[in-house]
């Protein structure tokens, strides 16, 4: 008999935006003063790894004398698309599968090509345009600590029916995306699972939640320091559940051009995954690096802006 899914009402909000960052109110949530004609007003979700690519595509187009504000900070993609298709940002860093999942709930793909092509198509008619995805991926991993894997004989995500009853802390969307919850069932059978919701997108409170015991399993970003710091283990995927994650440029047809364009699929035709640990590791680890400095130290060194 399928036992059903326990959610813990525990919804843990972390302050992963770091101060400073945006130059408007970060906490807006669409509706907002549309931007006049043309103008370049880049937007981002509230973790810190958003506003570094944000930076990226900013100061790059400030680098080609175009003028550029900033929205940082505003929320999950609940309040960043609605301020994209309303015009108060023209401008945002995006991860394909995620995005896709968003506009379209019933997909199911993974690939990264395909993921890609299908959301072109789900931009059809909505004002906005996504330019070339990069090589970079930030994909959602199961993860746990090195313990509990040698404990429990866990290598894949389908080792954890073995572990059943679990829990499994990630952010509230995680609960209806196809690789959250519903994949573990659809997939790999397991429904035995108390969710506990954190809003810092696999930040800080998600780490420390999995590191004290309070969960099991966590919702963690592939490029998150966190997992090579604290020696956490990435479960595998062997049904292939979880998404591309390729980080691309989504803005208003506006502000389209062949300029911008060039700008923009410059940095996704160098941007790699390595690349994104190695700016979060500046930002949120001894150094703390701000976004800004950290982005342009990326572009300097690639060649796309002078120093």
Do not use: H, K
């Not at 935006?17 to 006049?36: F, N, Q, V």
């Not at 890609?116 to 008619?125: Q, T």
């Not at 966590?218 to 998404?243: H, R």
Request: proline share 5%.
């Amino acid at each position: 008999m399928q036992r059903p899914l326990r959610a813990i009402a525990a919804t843990i909000v972390a302050g992963v935006a770091l101060a400073g960052c945006a130059t408007s109110d970060p906490a807006g949530s669409g509706g907002g003063e549309a931007a006049g004609d043309g103008e370049i007003v880049i937007g981002s979700n509230a973790f810190p790894e958003a506003e570094i690519l944000a930076y990226l595509y900013g100061v790059a187009l400030e680098d080609a004398g175009l003028d550029v504000s900033y929205n940082l900070s505003i929320g999950a993609r609940q309040q960043t698309f609605p301020a994209l298709e309303d015009g108060s940002i023209t401008l945002q860093p995006e991860y394909t599968g995620n995005l896709l999942n968003y506009l379209d709930e019933s997909n199911e793909l993974t690939d990264p090509e395909e993921v890609g092509d299908a959301l072109d198509d789900a931009l059809e008619g909505t004002g906005l345009v996504a330019y070339d995805y990069a090589e970079a991926q930030d994909q959602d991993a199961y993860v746990v600590t090195r313990e509990y894997a040698d404990a429990n004989g866990l290598e894949s995500i389908a080792d954890l029916e073995g572990v059943q009853p679990f829990t499994l802390g990630s952010n509230p969307q995680f609960a209806e995306l196809p690789y959250g919850i519903p994949g573990l069932e659809r997939a790999y059978g397991i429904t035995d699972v108390e969710f506990v919701q954190f809003e810092d997108y696999g930040g800080p409170a998600t780490v420390q939640a999995l590191l004290d015991g309070t969960v099991d399993v966590a919702d963690i970003y592939t490029t998150s320091p966190a997992i090579t710091e604290n020696d956490l283990v990435v479960l595998d995927d062997p049904e292939q559940i979880i998404a591309a994650q390729n980080i691309v440029p989504v803005l208003s047809e506006s502000i389209a051009s062949d300029q911008i364009e060039e700008i923009l699929n410059g940095i996704s035709e160098e941007l790699t995954t390595e690349d994104l640990i190695a700016l979060r590791t500046r930002v949120e680890g001894e150094e703390t690096a701000t976004p800004e400095t950290a982005a342009r130290d990326w572009l300097v060194e690639r060649g796309l802006i002078e120093g």
